[in-house]
């Protein structure tokens, strides 16, 4: 599966399971800034996740959105010839995470602290969140069973469009992304390939009978609307956590979108502040450098 767009992902650090299905890790660059000494990133500040301990994956690169602010290419992306069955995908993780990490080895890099470098060759926390859609692997439960019984906590990133499988799925952490107030916003900022409005709002009342958070990834100008309507879609979900993000102007959504759809963390906040109006969610903590705000219920 040597094509155009998996040679470029390949540059771009991308580690694939196997030759025909497009299943890839790659760490995140809070997972290697941690490693050189830095901070971790906000998932550490609040659900305790250390990041150099994060693996970041997903078993399909496919997505049934095209979602203005992805970073991903939409133009050049990786044909899947077939899934990646769980087992070689666990076989190859850890193998894989090294070989990712390898410039990180304290041998090869003196400002990587060997303590923290061994750590990074056990990882205990999955991120199952890299790029695609993950709901769209049919042997996501199974996946999740395996990564939960080998002892890592799991989070599941979902776009919500199918409430079927997340039901099947048993993740630590259930996070979904919440792009509109309402259905004429989510499909002007989302553009799902099939209509998936009452797909997410199904999956949505999923969420306050596990650990779940909300994602809001703020546009300005285009879905920083009706903070009102995402109160009401938040409070009748009943997730655990609400994270209020801004959008970065960040690799490929530059085509897209400009640096002005990029709000500033006061933005966000203030957006954040204006939300909690309308439900009994409160700030609960916040990030500036990753412009989030996380929201969580009064009680």
Known sequence: MQ?????????QGYQFFSPRSSAALKP??????????????YKAQFYGISSHRCVQMTPTLKCN???LFCWRSMEY???????????????RLHPLQKKALAGYNPVANS??????????????????????????????PRLFDLLND?????????????PEMVK????????????????????????PMEDSWEQVLETLSLLGSRRSAIRITVVKGLNDISPEGYARLIQDAGPLYVEV?????????????????????????AFANEITKYCDYEVHDESPVSRVVCLTRGD
């Open 3 to 11: 094509s155009e767009a998996c040679r470029a992902l390949i540059k």
């Open 28 to 41: 995140c660059m809070w997972n290697k800034r941690t490693l050189r000494g830095g901070d971790m990133c």
């Open 65 to 67: 959105q095209r979602c």
């Open 77 to 91: 992306e990786v044909v899947e010839e077939e899934e990646c069955p769980p087992e070689v995908i666990m076989d």
């Open 111 to 140: 400002a990587i602290e060997p303590k923290l470098w061994e750590e990074a060759l056990a990882p205990d926390m999955a991120a199952v969140s890299l790029s695609g859609e993950p709901t769209l692997y049919s042997q996501l």
């Open 150 to 162: 080998a002892g890592f906590t799991t989070f599941l990133v979902t776009n919500g469009t199918r």
């Open 168 to 191: 099947k799925c048993s993740p630590y952490q259930t996070y979904v992304s919440l792009d509109g107030p309402d259905e004429e916003t989510y499909q002007r900022v989302c553009r």
């Open 245 to 269: 993000k801004g959008y970065m102007y960040l690799g490929y959504s530059r085509n897209r979108l400009t640096r002005a759809h990029m709000p500033s963390h006061e933005y966000v906040a």
